[in-house]
């Protein structure tokens, strides 16, 4: 099966395997996990900030982060389309008791200008806005790359409006391969930053949150509070480390296999697609010929995944999926179109 449904679906490699199996460990809880402690460390260099707290998901590395930031009642600026807001299951609202004020990005990103205008004034009337959120890359924006002048334009509202700046970096990896600006200069305006280990740099589990060492002494209580306090969660940071070394510049492959499905996918009638909006591993694409529930089964009839609902479809360049795969996929894609 060519598996485009997303870049988590990825399976730890053979070497993967064999330094997870080998790694030192300890019990994480006490403190005591060499193997957890050296990929907080690289992480935290990589990102340039102080500390860096190993998490189970991407999911808990937000929500961690959000609850760490706010009190109950708080308003949260976030982008309309943002992994917080619709893939959490609602856990702002559950878990820190936020509201989220939502801003309708271009492709995800906004302006320091929007967060101006949805900044709250001090009233007794008014919910505090004390935190803004951004994605990079913007998954349901289609894998956007912030650029870094859009980042230090908000940066420069939010601190100027006294509020915190949290940056979900799920797929930070690829904004800093595809940008060619590192990580570290990407994340250096946010007071948190959350990656994942387990999408395109392909380790089975993980996620991190990294800021000042007082954010991070305060998360590592509610990391706790949630139940992600691990074990010997050295055998799953070993997969991450590895991950972090080994993955984060091939992402460049998954990035021209994006584009190459794209620009394939614009010469099929039938499916509409931007190419030149493709920027990163995400490729977002409409089908008018037919229901494209219909086009996600016919494809997976002859073994290509991907996901879609609404209307719209979604396929993921990854580690597992060579140029190969793609052009196999373009082809079966024009044959299940004509019908
Ligand atoms: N995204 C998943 C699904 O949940 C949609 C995917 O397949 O793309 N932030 C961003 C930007 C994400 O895309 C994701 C996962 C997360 C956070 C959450 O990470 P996990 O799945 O580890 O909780």
Same mark, same amino acid.
Request: proline share 3%.
């Given at each position: 099966?060519?598996?485009?449904?997303?870049?988590? &679906?990825?399976?730890?490699?053979? *070497?993967?395997?064999?330094?997870?199996?080998?790694?030192?460990?300890?019990?994480? &809880?006490?403190?005591?996990?060499?193997?957890?402690? %050296?990929?907080?460390?690289?992480?935290?260099?990589?990102?340039?900030?102080?500390?860096?707290?190993?998490?189970?998901?991407?999911t808990?590395?937000?929500?961690?982060?959000?609850?760490?930031?706010?009190?109950?009642?708080?308003?949260?600026i976030?982008?309309?389309?943002?992994?917080?807001?619709?893939?959490?299951?609602?856990?702002?609202?559950?878990?820190?008791? /936020?509201?989220?004020?939502?801003?309708?990005?271009?492709?995800?990103?906004?302006?320091?200008?929007?967060?101006?205008?949805?900044?709250?004034?001090? #009233?007794v009337?008014?919910?505090?806005?004390?935190?803004?959120? /951004?994605?990079?890359?913007?998954? @349901?924006?289609?894998?956007?790359?912030?650029p870094?002048?859009?980042?230090?334009? &908000?940066?420069?509202?939010?601190?100027?409006?006294?509020?915190?700046?949290?940056?979900d970096?799920?797929?930070?990896?690829?904004?800093?391969?595809?940008?060619?600006?590192?990580?570290?200069? @990407?994340a250096?305006?946010?007071?948190?930053?959350?990656?994942?280990?387990?999408?395109?740099?392909?380790?089975?589990?993980?996620?991190?949150?990294?800021?000042?060492?007082?954010?991070?002494?305060?998360?590592? %209580?509610? @990391?706790?509070?949630?139940?992600?306090?691990?074990?010997?969660?050295?055998?799953?940071?070993?997969?991450?480390?590895?991950?972090? *070394?080994?993955?984060?510049?091939?992402?460049?492959?998954?990035?021209?296999?994006?584009?190459?499905?794209?620009?394939?996918?614009?010469?099929?009638?039938?499916?509409?697609?931007?190419?030149a909006? /493709?920027e990163?591993?995400?490729?977002?694409?409409?089908?008018?010929?037919?229901?494209?529930?219909?086009?996600?089964?016919?494809?997976?009839?002859?073994?290509?995944?991907?996901?879609?609902?609404?209307?719209?479809?979604?396929?993921?360049?990854?580690?597992?999926?060579?140029?190969?795969?793609? #052009?196999?996929?373009?082809? &079966?894609?024009?044959?299940?179109?004509?019908?």
């Amino acid at each position: 099966m060519i598996d485009l449904r997303s870049d988590t &679906v990825t399976k730890p490699s053979d *070497e993967m395997r064999r330094v997870m199996a080998s790694a030192e460990v300890g019990d994480d &809880v006490l403190g005591h996990d060499p193997t957890v402690q %050296r990929l907080e460390e690289r992480t935290a260099e990589i990102l340039g900030k102080d500390a860096a707290l190993f998490v189970p998901s991407g999911t808990m590395a937000n929500q961690v982060a959000l609850k760490t930031h706010t009190a109950g009642g708080d308003e949260v600026i976030m982008e309309a389309q943002c992994h917080m807001f619709w893939y959490e299951a609602g856990a702002p609202a559950a878990i820190s008791g /936020v509201m989220c004020r939502l801003i309708e990005g271009d492709r995800g990103v906004f302006t320091g200008d929007d967060v101006r205008s949805a900044v709250r004034p001090a #009233d007794v009337h008014f919910p505090r806005t004390t935190l803004a959120c /951004v994605e990079d890359t913007h998954n @349901r924006g289609g894998g956007t790359v912030w650029p870094i002048e859009q980042i230090a334009d &908000v940066a420069a509202a939010a601190r100027g409006a006294g509020l915190k700046l949290h940056l979900d970096g799920a797929r930070l990896w690829n904004a800093a391969v595809a940008s060619g600006v590192s990580e570290a200069a @990407r994340a250096r305006d946010f007071d948190s930053v959350t990656v994942c280990f387990s999408k395109g740099l392909g380790a089975p589990v993980g996620s991190a949150i990294a800021g000042d060492a007082d954010f991070i002494a305060e998360a590592k %209580r509610f @990391r706790k509070m949630f139940g992600g306090g691990m074990r010997q969660a050295g055998i799953i940071a070993a997969g991450a480390l590895y991950a972090l *070394e080994n993955n984060r510049d091939r992402l460049a492959e998954d990035h021209a296999n994006a584009k190459a499905l794209a620009e394939g996918l614009a010469e099929i009638d039938g499916i509409e697609i931007d190419p030149a909006a /493709v920027e990163t591993n995400l490729v977002y694409f409409r089908v008018t010929a037919m229901p494209a529930a219909e086009l996600v089964d016919g494809l997976a009839a002859e073994g290509v995944a991907l996901l879609g609902g609404n209307g719209s479809l979604r396929a993921v360049t990854n580690l597992m999926v060579t140029r190969a795969d793609i #052009d196999h996929a373009l082809r &079966v894609a024009a044959k299940v179109l004509k019908g």
